[in-house]
């Protein structure tokens, strides 16, 4: 399942999901050839979608492994899509034999159109390599794991001879109007040129129609606008959510927007038009049996906890999460932090300073936001997390990238998270300050955060920054689940609920904190290897600073948030 809704009634598609053949390659022979001598012999099965790290036998395997399935067309000759939802990090693929493509990023789908395929069976095999490196996002020096695989679904779809390859839907909100653009983009697999129709509905009525020339192998783009009338706003709590329609005789395109202001004034953020405080967590989309494959009923259970808990806000620590969480956090009125997974504490200049590194790190925006545009849940888009934001180096990439993200949406705050609040460079870049501080944990007792917060508050005006809304983005402290005592000790649950209280009633105090998200929803693996330095605090080869265990079983301070959040003081 990709969405909460179907994207397409008229547009034939299916997944590919199910049993492929598996076979890993440690020796990286790399060439399609090699894994067809291996044949007809391969390792073993595995289900797509799926991490391999979850399978006997691969529970570390990090490196290279082929992936094969096949699918049938049928008429003499078919346009076909074939679109990755997430393969973890390098995709290689190959079509009878033919490769498409390669693409790297694991948490954005890439897609090749294949024109004219003849009728019949076809090979589709599939490279993965979950290696990690010093100019790959994240590097090799992560706090999660890289779960490796094929784990979001593959999707086969059949294209007319001029398709929908993209809708695209802006709006400006005068009261209860909405001023609606509707950019359709159409793209010609055909010899010939074709004239079309095209009509655009909103939630099943017409909208807009015209009629499109595509000339042979060309793109058009169209544009539709209207006004529309008396709108339900998409509010934090109280969801309204629009389906916009888009189709052709033989093709269609479905999706969802909400209507909503978000904007940053007077040191508050303003979601249409009133201040809002963020109660929230970070939460990582991991399952110890499912890594990065969580199925979506995992995902209504992780909502219902976080409803329980009185959240009104998620980060998406610190990747682009599944699309179907995103729609499900559009459906509830949750709001979201979305990110690419740029994890810095341990980044070195040489990598904030590689151009590879700063390519792949803009087309995972680019990606980011080409695929969540419409989902109202989105109110930030975040830029990167704890890179040395003291350094040259950090301050031309964040330059870019604030760049990149406002080129291609303007209407969403960015934001990013610090981890050096009082010696920063880059705060004037952003519309929301995000800060990470572990006092009580890495960083002495809690009191610490006041003289941080102190600091910053005079550093931001330096740097005249001292506007900027600020969300407490990650604070926490390690809580073995079960280990509980008559003291709070390091470790503890005690301990920890008790960093989170004194934690929460001070950035409560604080006039210019907007919201906190708490370091993190559940406990999750972590990348813990015997030949290097990091990470060794990580008990279990788990990061324990969550609210609920890995199986999300409640710890202390669950309840310990819970009640605080749900008190609203
Ligand atoms: C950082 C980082 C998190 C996690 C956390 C911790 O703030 O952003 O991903 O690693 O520290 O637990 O130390």
Redesign the pocket.
């Known amino acids: 399942m990709i969405r909460t809704f179907h994207e397409h009634l008229i547009r034939k598609t299916s997944l590919l999901d199910g049993l492929w053949d598996f076979v890993t390659d440690s020796d990286n022979k790399g060439v399609q050839e090699q894994w067809h001598l291996r044949f007809p012999a391969p390792e073993r099965q595995l289900v797509v979608p799926s991490c391999w790290n979850n399978e006997m036998g691969l529970f570390q395997y990090l490196g290279a492994a082929w992936y094969r399935t096949y699918f049938h067309t049928n008429g003499d000759s078919t346009h076909v899509r074939l679109t990755c939802h997430g393969v973890m990090h390098h995709g290689d693929v190959y079509v009878d034999g033919q490769h498409l493509g390669y693409h790297f990023g694991g948490f954005t789908p890439f897609s090749y159109v294949i024109p004219e395929l003849p009728a019949g069976q076809h090979e589709l095999i599939i490279r993965v390599d979950n290696t990690v490196d010093w100019q790959t996002l994240p590097t090799d020096i992560a706090?999660?794991f890289s779960y490796g695989g094929i784990y979001r679904s593959v999707e086969l779809q059949e294209l007319s001879d001029v398709y929908i390859d993209r809708i695209k839907m802006d709006y400006t909100l005068a009261g209860e109007n909405a001023d609606v653009s509707v950019q359709v983009k159409l793209r010609s697999l055909s010899q010939k040129a074709i004239s079309t129709p095209v009509a655009v509905q909103v939630n099943g009525q017409a909208f807009g129609a015209a009629e499109a020339l595509v000339p042979a192998g060309e793109t058009v783009t169209l544009t539709l606008k209207e006004t529309l009338r008396q709108v339900k706003r998409w509010q934090i709590g109280n969801a309204a959510l629009y389906t916009f329609s888009v189709n052709t005789p033989n093709d269609d395109q479905i999706d969802r927007i909400g209507f909503r202001t978000v904007e940053s004034r007077g040191g508050q953020v303003l979601v249409n038009g009133e201040a809002v405080y963020f109660q929230g967590v970070n939460r990582h989309e991991e399952h110890p049996e499912w890594g990065f494959a969580m199925p979506p009923k995992l995902m209504l259970k992780d909502l219902d906890i976080l409803a329980d808990l009185g959240c009104n806000m998620v980060r998406g620590?610190?990747y682009p999460q599944s699309k179907y969480w995103v729609d499900l956090l559009d459906e509830r009125g949750l709001a979201f932090w979305e990110e690419i997974p740029m994890?810095g504490?341990f980044m070195s200049r040489e990598t904030l300073a590689s151009p590879l590194f700063r390519e792949r790190g803009l087309r995972m925006i680019e990606e980011m936001i080409e695929r969540d545009y419409h989902n109202p849940s989105i109110l930030f888009w975040g830029a990167h997390?704890?890179i040395d934001t003291r350094t040259e180096e950090a301050y031309s990439l964040t330059e870019a990238f604030v760049e990149k993200i406002r080129n291609l949406d303007a209407s969403r705050l960015v934001i990013y998270?610090t981890?050096y609040p009082e010696e920063d460079i880059v705060l004037p870049f952003f519309d929301v300050i995000g800060i990470?501080k572990?006092y009580g944990w890495y960083q002495g007792s809690t009191e610490g955060f006041r003289t941080m917060l102190d600091d910053f508050h005079k550093h931001a005006e330096t740097l005249r920054a001292g506007d900027r809304p600020v969300l407490m983005s990650?604070f926490g402290a390690a809580g073995i689940y079960g280990d509980t005592g008559w003291e709070p000790r390091l470790f503890s649950e005690d301990y920890q609920a008790e960093v989170l209280e004194t934690a929460l009633s001070i950035f409560r105090d604080d006039p210019k904190i907007v919201g906190t998200l708490i370091?993190q929803f559940s406990d999750i693996r972590v990348d813990l290897r015997s030949d290097r330095n990091y990470f060794r605090d990580r008990a279990r080869s788990f990061?324990n600073?969550g609210l609920v265990n890995e199986y999300r079983k409640p710890k202390q301070a669950y309840r310990a948030v819970r009640s605080i959040y749900r008190s609203g003081k």
Do not use: G, I, V
Request: aromatic share 32%; no cysteine; net charge negative.
């Open positions: 706090d999660w620590s610190h994890w504490y997390n704890e998270a981890a990470n572990y990650e370091w990061n600073k």
